[in-house]
């Protein structure tokens, strides 16, 4: 690690002013950090875009609030729910069959939800999805503000969107209340060092600092401070260069790819369908399903025979996201690599059946209730009808697909044991092996 780190790694004193209360640096660099991401305010976070998330549901809904959100949203959010006691209504999220994917929300879908729960306080959406598919925010901004609730946006893996005019608009260009970004995913600063940006009168930004703080740590690390400071100058002075190459080099990947036998990487012929606005041209979901592998197969191979880490497989697609840290030479190696493996693997057709994702169960408890009942284990092949106890994902991505309070079905008990048998990563449950499932008593 070498001394400089560990030199930087000071804590709270007067001359580095307060994460909690800022007067001096903190503010002066959470004040530009505001300006580079159009917002009226910007706050640290050093627990990353979880705390961030929690913090802004925590600032709008009280318990028993009505929150209206897609249901692929990711784990951190069921933590804010547990945490503020909102009951979720959930959009359905679009997926593509083909892909096997989830999309953004339809407008209508968000309108439908508005209309029936005029009470909800807030809407949530993702800009964008894990896969780069975008929403019409903007369109769902003025919709949701117009019945007075407010706009949250899981900025997660838009933190560069704010920085090129070709990129879909960012939630604070979209007229969004409040943003949550991982400046350590798409930008340039450290793991676990976040940003929640906010505009406008709805919400007073004293309580939205005074929630923010409820989960803050007390030893905020200055070195991940600093480089939340360092990635929105960099961002600001040099992001549209940067990302303009980002851009370029991602479609000159998407191009080479789609030649190649048994592969799609889908582009700008995506905008327009369901659930589809726009999408982040930096993301490559690469469809294998062609080449009879599933995208967690591919994602060994790529680490094995390559050195290759992906974001993220799932059954049919492995996702590289093409950043400012890439050059020609890394993206070269990925298209090498997938020239290679079309080569050894287009033939073998994909004989497996289509995964269904299934419906979004019906809640019979919300969640704050859910994790706080008695609960029991129970076969899990035998558990249809059960009330969920735990959050089950498949991770990555991170969406669940039952959670605590839900009513478990045999169509989600098929799903998940297909999933065990392609050996996908699942997690959230107290029994690894899933045999048996913790129910409500
Ligand atoms: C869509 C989405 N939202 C929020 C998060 C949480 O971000 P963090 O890991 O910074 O806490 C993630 C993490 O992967 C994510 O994918």
């Known amino acids: 690690m070498g001394r400089r780190v560990f030199q930087l790694d000071l804590t709270l004193m007067p001359d580095l002013d307060s994460i909690f209360a800022p007067q001096g640096v903190i503010k002066e660099a959470q004040d530009l950090a505001a300006e580079a991401f159009q917002a009226d305010a910007a706050y640290f976070i050093v627990n990353g875009t979880t705390a961030g998330i929690q913090g802004m549901i925590m600032a709008v809904c009280r318990p028993g609030d009505k929150i209206i959100l897609p249901r692929n949203v990711h784990k951190s959010v069921f933590g804010a729910l547990i945490l503020s006691g909102a009951e979720p209504i959930y959009m359905p999220a679009e997926v593509d ?5 989830t999309m953004g929300v339809q407008l209508d879908q968000v309108e439908h939800a508005i209309r029936a729960y005029p009470e909800a306080k807030a809407v949530f959406v993702l800009n964008p999805t894990y896969y780069g598919m975008v929403s019409d925010l903007p369109a769902m901004v003025t ?21 090129h005019p070709l990129l879909p608009p960012s939630a604070m260009e979209a007229g969004a209340d409040l943003a949550a970004l991982s400046i350590h995913k798409m930008l340039g600063s450290l793991t676990q060092s976040s940003l929640v940006v906010q505009q406008g009168e709805r919400l007073d930004p004293a309580y939205v600092k005074t929630v923010l703080n409820l989960t803050q740590t007390t030893s905020p690390s200055y070195v991940l401070l600093a480089s939340l400071d360092i990635a929105r100058k960099q961002a600001y002075f040099d992001g549209e260069k940067m990302l303009r190459r980002t851009i370029n080099l991602a479609n000159w990947a998407r191009h080479e790819l789609n030649s190649l036998p048994g592969i799609y990487v889908f582009g700008s012929e995506m905008i327009g369908r369901p659930g589809c606005a726009s999408i982040d041209p930096t993301k490559l979901c690469i469809n294998v399903r062609g080449l009879g592998l599933s ?9 094995r025979d390559w050195r290759l880490q992906v974001e993220l497989s799932d059954p049919g697609n492995v996702l590289a996201l093409i950043t400012i840290g890439d050059d020609k030479k890394s993206v070269r190696k990925l298209v090498s690599a997938f020239y290679d493996i079309s080569r050894r693997f287009f033939e073998r057709s994909l004989k497996e059946r289509e995964l269904i994702v299934p419906g979004i169960p019906e809640l019979a408890l919300v969640p704050k209730e859910a994790f706080y009942a008695d609960k029991r284990p129970h076969e899990f092949k035998a558990a249809a009808g059960k ?6 994902m498949a991770y990555p991505p991170g969406i669940p697909i039952i959670c605590p309070g839900e009513i478990i079905t045999e169509e989600i008990i098929s799903y998940i044991e297909e999933l065990k048998q392609k050996k996908t990563w699942l997690q959230g449950m107290a029994d690894p092996t899933l045999e048996h499932i913790r129910v409500i008593r």
Not at 143 to 163: R, T
Not at 387 to 392: A, F, K, V
């Open 143 to 163: 919709m949701a503000h117009d019945y007075n609730m407010a706009v949250l946006v899981d900025e997660a893996h838009g933190a560069h969107f704010a920085f």
């Open 295 to 303: 995208g967690r197969a591919t994602e060994e191979i790529l680490r």
């Open 97 to 101: 069959s083909e892909l096997g994917i």
């Open 387 to 392: 009330i969920c106890g735990e959050l089950i």
